[in-house]
């Protein structure tokens, strides 16, 4: 089983090099393994009426996606194709899984990276290292069509609250005090698929300026989350990027300091400031990285104007998903009212279940026999 996860701050920062604060939270994907008869049996246990989809292993080996957006099958093929042709790990087949989980699709709660966990520690003889599964992972949703990093994977795996190195991989494990406070998440009802948003131009855009930021600055500049305030104030200066890619830019030093500003008020317990970094890195994201959604940002809005809300953002890929809140817990229900009240009458929604979902830190992915507590 393996948890899905919040981004806290450091949003697009991983595929650019850059720190990520983020944390595993108390939904799950769960991937039961049975016996089978032969090749990999698939099923999707909590949807009624789903058939059994087999899978022919010897067929994976150099399989990649032809069509997006990916269905939960493709990242099974995915994390076949990437143990058989990357990672020396024993594969259990025959046998067959059944899916299950409660991680909400298209929320921005990398419930991909969770499945892509979970099939590859169900797929394996014995869970190889946290590093190496992250990678399995990761390589399964490439293989499937999402060009994601490795934040999600590595928080799912880890758990807890993390702070995410995107240049080394390097997990640093925190111990916040949330003093009476939440995360919170809350449906925009605008549904986003990472593998067909504007998430794989970000990354372009991202390389691409790193490569001319380069040649600009005659440095050798690892990755993007690399360059320094005074680096980029330089290269803005001579006007060597496009208007576009300068924005990109911008976003990504400045969250690259929000991260660095974020670890220290977390750590402080100072959650006002953190509640304002996180507001601030949201309107970063819809501003210079052109990432959000005009419907999430007036989600935000209206959550903002609520007491006792401290800050919110939007959160993952983009374009969609859910809006991320820091709240004190007695302030939820009065959200909650203010939201079907508003923005969800405004758009039908008033009378939805399970809208906001109050999130809990949880452990990391793991394996655990079939009837054990």
Known sequence: MAPGRIELLGNHLDYNGGPVLAAAI??????????????????????????TESLDPT??????????????ADYARGA??????????GLMAPSTLAIAGDVP?????????????????????????????????QEAEHRAGTP??????????????????????????????????????????????LATSAYPTRVAEGQQATLRLRALLGVALPHLAALTPEEWTS??????????????????VSETQRVAAGADALAAGDW??????????????ATDYDISHPRVEE??????????????????????????MLLARDAVSLVERRLRAGYYRRYGMEHRRDLIHVCAFTDGARVEPIGAA
Request: proline share 4%.
């Open 299 to 324: 989600m935000v809005s209206e959550a903002l104007e609520v007491d006792g809300v401290l800050g919110a953002r939007m959160m993952g890929g983009g374009e969609g998903g859910t809006v991320l």
């Open 148 to 193: 994601c990093g490795t934040m999600d994977q590595s928080a799912s795996v880890a758990g807890g609250v993390i702070r995410f190195d995107g240049a080394t991989l390097g997990v640093e494990r925190l111990a916040p005090d949330l003093a009476g406070l939440v995360f919170a998440v809350a449906d925009s009802g605008v549904e986003r698929h």
């Open 80 to 89: 076949i194709a990437a143990m058989l042709a990357r990672y020396d790990v």
């Open 272 to 285: 006002e400031r953190f509640g304002a970094l996180m507001t601030a890195s949201g309107r970063s994201s």
């Open 105 to 137: 699709i298209g929320f921005g709660l990398s419930s991909s990276a969770a499945l892509c966990v979970a099939f590859s520690l169900a797929l394996t003889k014995e869970a190889p290292p946290a590093r190496n599964l992250v990678l399995i992972a």
């Open 235 to 252: 290269a803005d200066r001579r006007g060597g990027l496009p208007d576009l890619l300068a924005r990109r830019v911008r976003h990504v």
């Open 59 to 72: 067929t994976l080996r150099d399989w990649r996606n032809p069509s997006s957006p990916p269905g939960p």
């Open 26 to 51: 108390d939904r799950y994907v769960v991937v039961v393994r049975g016996d089978g008869d032969a090749g990999i049996g698939l099923i999707a246990a909590d949807v009624i009426g789903a058939t």
